[in-house]
């Protein structure tokens, strides 16, 4: 079943056990999902790299609103952005811990010769590919440059 489809029917039951937050953040999700069908060269169809794409932005968005609410001691808007994450990240594919991820990450080195630090850039590109939606982009960056650096 589509991602648009496990949606509608999760707002449905949402409604009727008269779950707000979860509620609220199914409702982000179908229409980050309907703008990216009506945007400009957008299809009805979606592939599943692009649901993901879609979710993992819809989750980071939230966690640096946490993040930014709580710097700001706004813990009501933190605790709300929090219960909307926790329901975006339901939909994502489970995400990598910082072993898989630096695995990976040497695996994506050894593959493009990099050397050192001046080719983090193509380190980088080829590990967001890969590792789309399964770690965050920060967990990479990180990795990557302490990897290429020693």
């Known amino acids: 079943m589509s991602l648009e489809k496990t949606i509608n029917t999760a707002i449905k039951e949402a409604m009727k056990a008269k779950a707000a937050g979860r509620l609220r953040a199914l409702r982000a999700i179908k229409s980050a999902i309907l703008l990216a069908k009506t945007a400009t060269g957008g299809s009805d ?5 692009e649901e993901v794409k879609i979710l993992s932005k819809l ?3 939230r966690r640096d609103s946490a993040t930014l ?3 700001q001691n706004r813990v009501d808007l933190a605790e709300i952005e929090e219960e909307e994450l926790v329901v975006i990240e339901t939909f994502l594919p ?3 811990g910082a072993e898989e991820v630096k695995k990976a990450v040497q ?21 967001m590919k ?6 965050d982009g920060k967990l990479i960056s990180s990795i990557a440059k302490e990897l290429l650096t020693s």
């Open 69 to 71: 609410y709580r710097e």
């Open 130 to 135: 890969k590792l789309a939606g399964q770690a």
């Open 45 to 49: 169809e979606m592939t599943e790299a």
């Open 59 to 61: 989750a980071k968005q």
């Open 107 to 127: 695996e994506v080195i050894e593959q493009t010769g990099a050397s050192g630090p001046q080719d983090i850039g193509k380190v980088m590109g080829v590990a």
């Open 94 to 96: 489970k995400q990598m």
